[in-house]
């Protein structure tokens, strides 16, 4: 997209100069990003002085989608900090729509996820006939097929899970209340499991929590940490597994697949993309690897 004039970034840019003394390098740099933003905004019959947190946020989806670094996002993010900071303060706008959205996280290390084949390996370690080793492989299926956090998987309760609409309800952080899809094999285990282990697990005592300990009480993270360090050694696994580790392969998996990162935000409960955006390397791995594939001169 070509670089244009804008009336209100040559205010900002004066701005900067008079008050704050920035260099003509630093100006151009704010100057190349409110002006792309500002062309991006006018292709979809936006005003740069009217954009709302909306607006910014699909921004970074669609920077995400065409593989920025974080680095330069979060250089785009300041300039507009800044940019919607100076309209406020001259009573072009009411409100800054920046200030709830999050910078990303420069330099954040890609987390390591198991492979599918590792996965498949881990869901196959728990003995099912046993009603621990059930409870066990159900619980890994729904964390794999959701990517629920720990805290959100052991805190399920019956009214949660809908069999017959295929979807979790889940409330994560922040008190958000999300939907997250279970996927076939989740609900083929979780319906064996209510069938055949729960029950027993229960022992007769009365309770709503789905994956009840031994003693028929909410497990606890930690127990359930212990019991995926159990079967991933059964798995033969020697990396390091938590249930932090299968929410990522979760989302990377999903990337991997075609899925886009607005989607795996929402799935995962994030509430802002710059959260996600950690997932940005296997986006632009897999879009690589499509190109290589499918064009004529990959």
């Excluded at 670089?3 to 151009?28: A, C, M, Q, Y």
Aim: aromatic share 8%; no cysteine; charged share 25%.
């Amino acid at each position: 997209m070509p670089v244009r004039s804008d009336p209100l970034i040559e205010r900002f840019l004066d701005h900067l100069w008079l008050e704050k003394g920035l260099s003509d390098n630093t100006r151009s740099a704010y100057r190349t990003d409110l002006s792309l933003f500002a062309d991006w905004l006018a292709l979809r019959n936006l005003s740069l002085e009217a954009a709302g947190r909306d607006a910014i946020l699909d921004h970074l989806a669609w920077r995400f989608d065409q593989a920025y670094t974080a680095r330069s996002t979060a250089r785009l993010l300041s300039s507009l900090r800044g940019f919607y900071r100076f309209l406020v303060r001259e009573q072009v706008r009411a409100s800054d729509p920046t200030l709830q959205v999050d910078l990303p996280r420069i330099g954040a290390p890609l987390p390591k996820a198991p492979s599918e084949a590792q996965i498949e390996a881990l869901l196959a370690a728990p003995d099912v006939d046993t009603p621990l080793g059930l409870r066990d492989r159900t619980m890994l299926e729904v964390l794999y097929a959701t990517g629920l956090r720990v805290s959100e998987l052991v805190g399920l309760t019956l009214e949660q899970i809908s069999l017959r609409q295929g979807l979790v309800r889940t409330v994560g952080k922040g008190n958000k209340e999300r939907l997250v899809p279970l996927g076939q094999e989740a609900a083929f285990w979780l319906e064996r499991y209510y069938r055949e282990a729960r029950g027993s697990l229960l022992g007769g005592r009365p309770a709503d929590v789905v994956f009840p300990s031994l003693r028929g009480e909410q497990m606890t993270r930690q127990t359930f940490w212990h019991r995926i360090k159990q079967h991933a050694a059964v798995a033969g696994i020697s990396s390091t597994l938590s249930p932090h580790t299968l929410r990522h392969a979760f989302a990377t998996h999903l990337l991997n697949h075609g899925a886009d990162l607005r989607t795996v935000q929402m799935l995962l409960g994030h509430s802002d993309l710059s959260t996600t955006q950690i997932y940005t390397h296997v986006a632009k791995a897999r879009l690589q690897a499509l190109h290589a594939e499918h064009h004529p001169r990959g």
